[in-house]
């Protein structure tokens, strides 16, 4: 449907200058809702996450990442997700990590495999 759109900024950044210099790039989220010639119905999120590898940094992906689940779980469970975008994050991080396994779990998100795996 051609209406079937919303978007969020999620409103909060690391910063203006320097390293933090990362609020230059809003940060939020956008779903579009499509609807298959079967009927099938999805919603495609695109978003895009605070940068940076400061502990603070970290935390605010978290935050972000907890807004955009709640506003995929007020959604009805019979569709379809798909998410996808700038996670600005590193697996390698430990903080990281857990926020994105936790994310998937709360959601009971699968991966494409079009990225890093998760274990």
Not at 21 to 39: E, L, N
Not at 74 to 87: L, M, W
């Amino acid at each position: 449907m051609a209406d079937d759109f919303d978007r969020k900024p999620f409103g909060f950044c690391h910063g203006w200058f320097g390293a933090g210099g990362d609020c230059w790039a809003v940060k939020g989220y956008q779903r579009v809702g499509i609807r298959t010639p079967s009927g099938a119905e999805i919603d495609l999120y695109n978003t895009h996450l605070e940068a940076g590898s400061s502990d603070y940094a970290t935390q605010i992906r978290g935050q972000q990442l907890a807004l955009l689940a709640s506003a995929i779980e007020a959604r009805p469970k019979s569709r379809a997700v798909i998410i996808c975008g700038d996670f600005n994050t590193a697996f390698n991080r430990s903080g990281d990590r857990d926020t994105l396994l936790g994310f998937r779990r709360r959601l009971e998100l699968q991966d494409s495999g079009a990225g890093p795996e998760l274990s």
